[in-house]
């Protein structure tokens, strides 16, 4: 599955306003926080997976200049209907194929709770797509789940910690700092959180 999964995209078309809903009612702050203190100094920033547009607009009300990238149509109108700030700075694109063209580098990436949603030659594809729209030695922050089941339609890849640090330092990434946290809402899932950098 080298695109991202059709019924996984078809859950968030599906339910974009209760997902928007939930994830801005989560609070994110100490992370988002983090993001743009290791982002610090890097203004041109791109996200992969925008969701509910919750932590782009907090990094524009900080400065920073955001274009986000994510397949969901629905989840792209909700972002842009909750946060104004966000109109003109999503674009909709099912990853990898579709990722666009950028005629300037960026300055640094970040994706939270999106890579797990593709199976490996997926991942490695996105990744190696982000760091050609990075400029060098440019710092990127990924967020992704432990392995889990579902109790919904989406496709999660069943990656280890081990896993994700094998397929990052394997696509070119140094790993700085690695965050473990349990889920903000309660669930039974651990994320990773890694902090990195291109070789």
Do not use: C
Not at 60 to 74: A, H, L, Q, R, T
Not at 135 to 160: H, L
Not at 167 to 173: A, L, R, T
Request: aromatic content about 14%.
């Amino acid at each position: 599955m080298k695109t991202e999964n059709n019924i996984t995209l078809k859950y968030y078309n599906d339910n974009a306003d209760s997902l928007s809903e939930r994830y801005d009612a989560v609070d994110f702050n100490k992370i988002q926080k983090s993001i743009s203190t290791y982002f610090i100094g890097d203004k041109k920033v791109i996200e992969i997976g925008f969701g509910s547009g919750r932590d782009a607009n907090y990094l524009i009300n900080n400065g920073f200049n955001v274009i986000g990238i994510d397949g969901s149509k629905e989840m792209l109108k909700k972002a842009q209907q909750n946060y104004p700030l966000l109109n003109g700075r999503l674009i909709q694109a099912v990853l990898p194929d579709e990722f666009p063209y950028f005629e300037t580098r960026f300055d640094a990436a970040y994706s939270i709770a999106t890579l797990m949603h593709f199976d490996e030659e997926g991942i490695v594809e996105i990744l190696k797509k982000i760091r050609n729209v990075l400029k060098p030695n440019s710092p990127v922050y990924i967020s992704v789940s432990s392995k889990r089941s579902s109790d919904d339609e989406r496709f999660f890849i069943e990656y280890s910690k081990n896993d994700w640090i094998s397929i990052f330092e394997g696509s070119g990434f140094i790993i700085n700092e690695i965050i473990e946290t349990k889920d903000a809402t309660n669930r039974e899932i651990m994320w990773y959180s890694f902090y990195l950098n291109m070789v």
